[in-house]
């Protein structure tokens, strides 16, 4: 029994959405697939598929199972790559996790780029803003900003400086509600908090660290929502320094609390330690150090 062969057609299967889209795709025929595929979910003694005559849908162990099969296969087509020709076009599927923020305002350029680049590559890019632990959600890469930690995985830096953040408000609402001088001030302000970050804000002041819990008016998991919400005058956000620039530099915005700064944090990619060497992998973290390179 062919292991890979039917790994294969199970994922052809499941991006296709029917055994004879899989089947076209392959160059073979449809009972072909469909004897693949049964004799797969024999093997591993699970039902991959619901079957009806209009569709194929995944049962939840199919959908548990894709993102493993789709790692194991890409794994063989890596080491066949290596053992071929140095210059062959990278080919693999790479499931991605990336903060929305730092897509829309950096990655996206970058992910866009490495696949005309790469054009026999195939990105899955799956915007969220909490922690994601790669190995049991089945990315190949995480990237993120904060400090967690998991098992089985590699944590590569992506920014050679770090990621900046402040607080600021719109000079009309500083006018209203007045200029907090001390982080404790701040839980009499209306704050706009960027929601994975909470509602603990940490500062580094003259006498050490200071901790603050704040009732936040505002939460979002886009940065630009919190920026937006700050130049209209409704409160202090807590935000990184990139979505805020142009704002800070025409002045719509102004730095709330200079002296007391905010630990900064690094942006990384978390990645399994099964795909760390893989080529795709290694090529993608690069251009994404190039991209992150400049200041954020």
Known sequence: MDTLTNLQA???SADAGGFSAAARKLNVSTSVVSKRVTQLEAQIGIALFRRSTRQLRLTEAGQQYLHRARGVVADVGDLLARMGEKDRD???HLRIKAPTSLTIARLADAFSA???QNPRLKLEIVLIDRPVDPVTEGFDIAIGAFPHSFGGVVD???CSLKLKRLLCASPAYLAA???PQHPRDLVEHRCLSFLPTGSEWVFDGPRGRTSIQVRPLLSSNEGHVLVKSAI??????FISHYLAADALSSGTLQAVLPD???PELWVKATIPERRVNAAAVQALLQQLRRSLSPAL
């Open 177 to 179: 509600y007045g200029v």
């Open 260 to 262: 007391f700064q905010i």
């Open 232 to 237: 209209a005058g409704n409160g202090i956000a």
């Open 156 to 158: 590569e830096p992506l």
């Open 10 to 12: 199970f994922l052809a």
């Open 90 to 92: 990278l080919v693999d």
């Open 114 to 116: 490495f696949q005309t």
